[in-house]
């Protein structure tokens, strides 16, 4: 891109819509939305322009509030914003327009404006279309910090004012702003025939010359410029993945240079500040937050190109397209509401013990969603994912929700919208999953279907061992498939047994799978609790009463004998106990439950008695 085009940053969740500028409505988006319009022409060459221009500009709306010393005042830039705090896309000389949304009472206005005057914004500019007529506290706070205030027409377009500025700070040929901001709008347009990150790596194709990829941190491929040939293989899409959160783990500032194949790549992160990275407020100041709670969940841009020598209005302007790259992870996950909704009330109904005609109608709900078109889904899954750091000071089950939303994608399906066919709840350090299975055909070749512990095991294990650095772990467990409501409850129970040999094993990410599990353990999860209670305080309450009256451990002579297969020699040597006081203490076991420890239907009672207690 020639030196002298613009940048367009607009990192949001929301489709464009009534508020937003884009549109050519008259006031700024829903609250969050940001637009950053500035020059990367060199400074010196750059047309100056003043506020006093602006307001002797009658088709720019604009009414002065206060501030009428400061006129002469330079503006450099213009964004648009309803963040509460936008301090972090601030340098200093921007035009601010905001339609006011952050404002939810009068105290509001004191820090909102603070904030811009300390970042050295030139002036603020309100729109009246949605609220009406500016608050008088929005006035008094401008003139407490001697910042000029204007009030914008509600008959005029922010996106007017913005063009208007950009062309006269660049001063670029009309034609091409006009072929810059078309390009930012279609990014800015959803649906099918707009926005997504295939139309942002388009532009660095056409304008820069570079081809580029959006992965996901598990190495999964999101998109790539129309040039980039997006079935880059995927051991250079886990290659690129491992170095990125490797880099990140060891703070490192991006991009983050790599060599994979014989070739460089420019590695950038994209970073969501809906999920509250991108801001200072209540979290903290920007950045505070520890990389653990994202490291695993954030997209990243690579590039095949050396960043090292580049200027600082390339290097710039690829940061500009991270943030319009984010824009689409934060619609992602705005869609993904639903059915993350839906797996909580599916799981709360399995865990509370539901009647399976109450599971079966909401399941009923919930397959439409996520198999559009389909109908009602045959068979389900389950999958239990939990992340856990050293120190335990951090959750991991959100951490684990964003991991299994991006392993568990359709690999049939392209991109970031259409791969959708989970649905992810988490509970503090647990995230469990519910897939849904299509009907399998009748030409089937008789081999399992749905996901493979192995097959997810590795496609991740590599990338996510670097962002686990040596501090973190990812156990993983998955189910058989059920078909029916009946089935879930076991099937999550078995997840979750899955999960647990998984945690047994060395590495940093490990997964198991139903197969994995021994039989007995495979029928447990199916038996419902109140026939456990029962079974298991019918052979194992009176010994339990027993040891607590006399202190004599017949519960743990009882697992000692039958771990080593009822051999006296083997037991009383493990319990160093002479092999008389081993018989006394199985002769009282079996006096007081009314079973022959010699019988292999008694040890057999007994052995799944201590597993379910």
Not at 13 to 19: I, L, N, Y
Not at 329 to 337: K, L, V
Not at 351 to 379: C, F, K, S, W
Not at 477 to 501: F, I, K, N, P, Y
Request: include cysteine; aromatic fraction near 4%.
């Amino acid at each position: 891109m020639r030196a002298g085009n613009i940048v367009h940053r607009t990192p949001r969740a929301h489709s464009a819509e009534p508020g937003n500028p884009c549109t050519g409505h008259p006031y700024s988006g829903p609250s969050g939305t940001i637009q950053i319009h500035r020059s990367f022409r060199d400074r010196t060459a750059a047309t100056r322009m003043r506020l006093r221009a602006l307001l002797d500009t009658d088709a720019l709306g604009l009414r002065l509030l206060g501030g009428e010393d400061e006129l002469d005042r330079t503006v450099r830039g213009v964004m648009t914003t309803d963040l509460r705090d936008p301090s972090r896309y601030l340098s200093g000389g921007e035009l601010v327009l905001t339609g006011l949304a952050w404002r939810r009472d009068a105290t509001d206005s004191e820090p909102f404006v603070r904030i811009l005057a300390s970042a050295g914004v030139t002036a603020l500019a309100a729109g009246e279309a949605e609220l009406g007529p500016i608050p008088e506290d929005l006035v008094a706070a401008c003139a407490r910090h001697r910042l000029p205030l204007f009030a914008v027409n509600e008959s005029v377009a922010f996106a007017t004012i913005t063009e208007h500025v950009v062309r006269q700070v660049s001063g670029e040929r009309a034609g091409d702003l006009a072929a810059v901001v078309d390009r930012h709008r279609r990014m800015m347009t959803s649906g099918p025939a707009g926005g997504g990150p295939d139309v942002v790596l388009d532009l660095l194709g056409s304008d820069l010359d570079l081809r580029a990829w959006v992965l996901s941190p598990a190495g999964r491929l999101i998109a790539g410029s129309p040039g980039a040939e997006p079935g880059l293989p995927s051991a250079v899409c886990a290659a690129l993945a491992g170095e990125h959160l490797a880099a990140v783990r060891t703070g490192r500032r991006g991009p983050y240079r790599v060599a994979v194949g014989g070739t460089t790549y420019s590695l950038f992160p994209i970073r969501s500040s809906a999920r509250g990275t991108g801001t200072a407020g209540a979290s903290g100041a920007p950045g505070s937050r520890d990389v653990r709670e994202t490291v695993l969940s954030d997209w990243l841009l690579a590039v095949e190109a050396d960043a090292g020598d580049w200027p600082a209005e390339r290097l710039d302007l690829l940061e500009g397209v991270t943030q319009l790259i984010s824009v689409e992870r934060d619609r992602r996950d705005a869609a993904r509401t639903v059915r993350r909704r839906l797996a909580q009330e599916v799981l709360e109904l399995v865990q509370t013990g539901a009647a399976p005609g109450e599971i079966a109608a909401r399941l009923r709900v919930a397959a439409p969603v996520l198999l559009p078109g389909l109908g009602a889904a045959p068979h389900w899954q389950v999958v239990v994912a939990r992340v856990e750091w050293d120190g335990g000071e951090i959750e991991g089950g959100a951490v684990a929700q964003a991991l299994l939303e991006e392993i568990l994608v359709d690999p049939l399906s392209a991109g970031p919208e259409p791969s959708d066919r989970i649905a992810v709840a988490h509970t503090g350090e647990e995230a469990i999953a519910l897939v849904p299975l299509p009907a399998v055909s009748s030409e089937h070749d008789g081999s399992e279907a749905g996901l493979h512990a192995d097959t997810l095991l590795a496609a991740v294990r590599d990338p996510l061992s670097a962002g686990l650095d040596d501090d973190g772990r990812l156990t993983l467990g998955v189910s058989a498939s059920v078909h029916s409501a009946e089935g879930l409850r076991g099937a999550l129970e078995e997840a979750r047994h899955a999960r647990r040999v998984a945690a047994a094993r060395a590495g940093r990410v490990c997964a198991a799978g139903h197969q994995e599990l021994a039989s007995h353990v495979l029928l447990l999860p199916f038996v419902p609790d109140d026939v456990r209670r029962a079974f298991t305080a019918r052979l194992l309450d009176p010994l339990r009463d027993y040891d607590r009256r006399h202190r004599a451990e017949l519960i743990p002579t009882l697992e000692a004998f039958l771990d080593c297969d009822g051999s006296w020699t083997r037991c009383a040597a493990r319990l160093h106990l002479h092999v008389n006081t081993l018989r006394y203490r199985v002769g009282r076991i079996e006096q007081l439950t009314s079973r022959d420890l010699s019988r292999l239907e008694d040890k057999l009672d007994f052995f799944l008695a201590l597993r379910m207690s």
